[in-house]
T-cell receptor
Framework: SQQGEEDPQALSIQEGENATMNCSYK?????LQWYRQNSGRGLVHLIL?????REKHSGRLRVTLDTSKKSSSLLITASRAADTASYFC???????????FGQGTILTVHP | GAVVSQHPSRVICKSGTSVKIECRSL??????MFWYRQFPKQSLMLMAT?????????EQGVEKDKFLINHASLTLSTLTVTSAHPEDSSFYIC?????????????FGPGTRLLVL
């Protein structure tokens, strides 16, 4: 069953602004991952954060994880029109690869 | 970097026919692959785990006789939708562990869009 909830469901911003997406989950996890999906395409892995980590950076991406609140956030700084896509969080409870996906946030960045 | 391909990318078929979708890891071996289904504007739902040399493991609510999975080699898994019906129309995506970070991340294929008329 789908355990992840993301908000907002849709986010529309101007180029150069920051975009923040949130994800909540219900069970204990081994790690949490964020993926990006362009319309009608496959998914691209963005970043992974383990359950014993609180924050991670990769380029313009910043991910936080609060296991006490069972939530995570993805921040994209200085957004670009090319960042327009759907973003999904996915949790891995124990079995490598068996991911449970959140509902996703549709991000639109206007030039 | 590692790539996962899927074939076909798009298929239209008549109700009652069977459709086979291939998932290949192009430059790495994958003893395990995963099959997901995604309905329009929705998230991905794990259908089954494909295991090379053994039977696939299906998620609760997924009919194994409806969705046949064969992991024929270390680089190929196939999903066959048998006797397809319009409600099977969906976007099917496979993935394989990347080998990085202990296999915790996945390489996803580009997906196969199935339309059953």
């Amino acid at each position: 069953s789908q355990q992840g909830e993301e908000d907002p469901q849709a986010l529309s911003i101007q180029e150069g602004e920051n975009a923040t997406m949130n994800c909540s989950y219900k069970t204990s996890i081994n790690n949490l991952q964020w993926y990006r999906q362009n319309s009608g395409r496959g998914l691209v892995h963005l970043i992974l954060i383990r359950s014993n980590e609180r924050e991670k950076h990769s380029g313009r991406l910043r991910v936080t994880l609060d296991t006490s609140k069972k939530s995570s956030s993805l921040l994209i700084t200085a957004s670009r029109a090319a960042d327009t896509a759907s973003y999904f969080c996915a949790t891995d409870r124990a079995s490598y690869g068996k991911l449970t996906f959140g509902q996703g946030t549709i991000l639109t960045v206007h030039p | 970097g590692a790539v996962v391909s899927q074939h076909p990318s798009r298929v239209i078929c008549k109700s009652g026919t069977s459709v086979k979708i291939e998932c290949r890891s192009l430059d790495f071996q994958a003893t395990t692959m995963f099959w997901y289904r995604q309905f329009p504007k929705q998230s991905l739902m794990l259908m089954a785990t494909s295991n090379e040399g053994s039977k696939a493991t299906y998620e609760q609510g997924v009919e194994k006789d409806k969705f046949l999975i064969n992991h024929a080699s270390l680089t190929l898994s196939t999903l066959t939708v048998t006797s397809a019906h319009p409600e099977d129309s969906s976007f099917y995506i496979c993935s394989a562990p990347s080998g990085e970070l202990g296999g915790e991340t996945q390489y996803f294929g580009p997906g196969t869009r199935l339309l059953v008329l």
